[in-house]
């Protein structure tokens, strides 16, 4: 029988993992740009990380994971999400004694099982971003700036919409919380079973509801962002205003809250215009490292989907640019020709010239086959009798103007191959 893939993966190759690497290279050099590191943490970790770290009442905890008990009998899960096991390494390794603040990027694969939608895998990458150890709303800022310049690099800032919120702190949500239940009592017997548990172990979870009866009842309920205290309400408009100072688009959303249990203050999400799509989101999470058994330090991050990210450049034809290498296919007949053929690559790569060498016992024509259908831009011919008269005959594959050059005729070899893809262009 023939084994495929599982459902919710995917295999990446060819043409999608270019726009793949265009991504990840844009996000390598932003966060350099940024002086914020690199950080990789395992693709497991003990299960209670998570049910304490997500909360033990979201879906993600309750539904989604891929947890197993391992050989030594522990249970394991394979991280649904990065920042629990970001905070657990910044805990684990001290990092609080440490010159703060403490800023760390990630592009991980993460596990959920859940169901499928477009742009949704059970396998799925993220871009993250955690800062540490910073309470000023401009950390906040930092990161919808990063997150921006990413969408600006990529193309897509035209694309998306920033919506922001600010979910308040413990002491404004707290105080919420009570006007929020005094306004569902009378309407509890109305909504969902799912609500009702919520209702007593974690109303704001309520806000979350897709049941169309809670919806209806929700539709007049007091916002969190109406019932800001005035140190929140001033961190608000502290991030709004910087962001109108960068020239940074958004618009409040009072209906965000995040899936997240350990989120505070500024939230935020990155939404398609166009399509009905979620490309990332983050915000502020002041309790998570408390939580985790560390000493209390203020955090703020986001996630963005690279699968969405993905979905949105193929959408869009973008990038235009993604391929311009010069790139040339030496064709030979022997193991001489494969040695001389790698020792003049040895410049051309010099040069920034991309070089593929056959391996192959095929005929010269079926290697002439080869080089077009994988749009090199020049072929050369290294067989015996190129060899036997130090000679390489160099080809345009595009107008196949050809000339034949000395092996020891760097220049000229160069100077055609440059000039001629000029021309091509
Ligand atoms: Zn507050
Ligand atoms: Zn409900």
């Not at 943490?41 to 989604?64: M, Q, S």
């Not at 005035?230 to 910087?242: I, R, T």
């Not at 107008?399 to 034949?404: G, I, L, S």
């Amino acid at each position: 029988m023939k084994i495929t893939k599982q459902k919710g993966t995917k295999d990446i190759f060819f043409d999608e993992v270019k726009i793949w690497e265009y991504i990840e290279e844009n996000i390598r050099q932003i966060c350099k740009e940024n002086n914020v590191s690199e950080i990789r943490t395992p693709v497991f970790e003990a299960t209670e990380l998570y049910a304490r770290g997500v909360g033990n009442d979201t879906d993600i905890v309750n539904k989604e994971m891929y947890t197993f008990i391992d050989k030594g009998g522990r249970s394991i899960t394979l991280r649904p999400e990065l920042t629990a096991g970001v905070v657990r390494s910044y805990i684990e390794n001290g990092m609080n004694s440490l010159a703060s603040p403490l800023k760390f990027w990630y592009v991980a694969n993460m596990y959920r099982y859940e169901k499928m939608q477009k742009g949704r895998y059970r396998e799925f990458a993220q871009f993250g971003i955690e800062i540490f150890d910073s309470d000023s709303y401009l950390a906040d800022v930092e990161t919808i700036k990063i997150s921006y310049e990413l969408m600006k690099r990529l193309g897509l800032y035209d694309k998306v919409i920033l919506s922001l919120n600010s979910i308040g702190c413990k002491e404004c949500r707290d105080k919420y919380i009570k006007k929020f239940k005094e306004y569902l009592m009378p309407n509890l017997d109305n909504m969902c079973e799912t609500c009702k548990v919520r209702f007593e172990k974690n109303p704001l979870r309520i806000l979350d509801c897709k049941e169309e009866k809670c919806n209806k009842i929700l539709e007049n309920a007091p916002l969190i962002t109406d019932n800001l205290c005035p140190d929140c309400k001033q961190d608000f408009e502290n991030v709004k205003s910087a962001l109108d100072k960068l020239n940074i688009d958004y618009k409040v959303d009072k209906k965000i809250v995040r899936g997240l249990d350990y989120y505070n203050k500024t939230v935020y999400e990155w939404t398609s215009k166009d399509l009905d799509l979620a490309v990332g989101g983050g915000g502020r999470y002041d309790g998570l490292v408390e939580i985790l058994g560390g000493q209390s330090c203020p955090a703020v991050g986001f996630g963005i989907g690279m699968d969405r990210l993905v979905l949105l450049l193929t959408q869009y034809n973008l990038p235009k640019d993604i391929d311009n290498d010069i790139k040339l296919f030496i064709a030979t007949t022997n193991e001489s020709g494969y040695i001389e053929a790698t020792k003049l690559s040895e410049i051309l790569k010099d040069n920034k010239i991309v070089v593929d060498i056959n391996i192959t016992n095929k005929s010269l024509k079926s290697q002439t086959k080869y080089a077009d259908k994988n749009n090199m831009n020049f072929i050369a011919f290294f067989g015996e009798d190129e060899l036997n008269n130090n000679k390489i005959r160099i080809k345009n594959m595009k107008n196949a103007n050809q000339v034949d050059f000395d092996i020891s005729d760097l220049d000229g070899i160069l100077k055609f191959i440059k000039e001629g893809n000029e021309s091509n262009a």
